[in-house]
């Protein structure tokens, strides 16, 4: 029942400010401001490719404020988006998922999941704006990845036959892609189990004391010209490990995207490592394990 990686939000200090972060990167355009009482935050949604990126800011004591006091500016919540929003709602209320409601979405609280904070809203076409195309991934760092699967095919109707296991020595994780509509796009849940925690996936799990949401992805038809953007704002990003499947990949480092690890990879260059090498395009290389 979930369609695409759709959206982030984010927890930071000032929306305005991270808002113009977005435009000189992403090319992004402003598309909304509100407030999510549920969250006691003032939000403002920018839109790069077709999906959104919601940034909260805090409009007084409250989640958002929680985290911030907490952990800095970074990744709050990731977003799916269905095409009933209501149908999901009574599927998880059979499954005794416990959500809270803003407007037309469901928030739902890492602790009714594998420790990944979620945001589901209705399945909408939008115009693709900016340098990159949409997000595809959101990572989730989980004690038991088969248990993790399990329950996100069970309680969001997803078809685990269409599960791609991975595993990384490079980065120091075994897990599985659950991927949702594959081969229209790559969108999934990336679920890691950590195997070497020396490496930085098995730090930051460590720091956050368990399952939780570490990083998302972007793809881009030109990946240097996002590089590009982000040197002219003096933002700080890095290549890939020779070993790295994703050659062509920049990682934008957190310390000045307001706390998010994201990565992005050239369009398709994706499928390589995602079940469906034939699609990734011309100059993929297999993955290295």
């Given at each position: ?7 982030m939000q984010l927890?930071v200090r000032d ?129 038991d990845h088969v ?143």
């Amino acid at each position: 029942m979930l369609e695409h990686v759709d959206r982030m939000q984010l927890a930071v200090r000032d929306r305005g400010q991270a808002a113009r972060t977005f435009i000189d990167a992403f090319a992004a355009e402003e598309a909304d401001d509100d407030e999510v009482p549920a969250l006691n935050a003032r939000r403002r949604t920018v839109r790069a490719g077709t999906s959104a990126f919601e940034l909260l800011e805090p409009a007084g004591d409250g989640p958002v404020a929680d985290y911030i006091a907490r952990w800095g500016e970074g990744l709050f919540a990731a977003g799916f988006s269905t095409r009933d929003v209501d149908a999901l709602a009574k599927r998880l209320d059979a499954k005794g998922v416990r959500y809270a409601t803003a407007g037309e979405q469901l928030l739902i609280a890492p602790d009714q999941t594998p420790g990944l904070r979620m945001v589901i809203s209705r399945e909408e076409s939008r115009p693709m704006v900016g340098r990159i195309r949409y997000l595809y991934e959101a990572t989730n760092l989980v004690d038991d990845h088969v248990a993790a699967a399990n329950f996100y095919a069970d309680r969001f109707g997803l078809d685990a036959s269409r599960f791609v296991p991975i595993t990384s020595k490079l980065y120091g994780y075994t897990g599985q892609l659950t991927m949702f509509n594959p081969p229209e796009r790559l969108d999934r849940i990336e679920l890691s189990q950590i195997t070497d925690w020396d490496r930085a996936m098995g730090r930051f799990m460590k720091r956050r004391g368990g399952q939780t949401l570490y990083m998302c992805y972007v793809e881009a038809d030109d990946v240097m010209a996002v590089a590009r953007a982000l040197e002219a704002r003096g933002m700080r990003y890095a290549g890939r490990d020779p070993g790295d499947p994703n050659p062509a990949g920049i990682f934008i480092h957190p310390s000045t995207f307001h706390g998010v690890l994201m990565g992005c990879s050239r369009t398709n260059l994706a499928w390589t490592w995602s079940g469906r090498p034939e699609l990734a395009g011309t100059g993929a290389t297999p993955p290295e394990h």
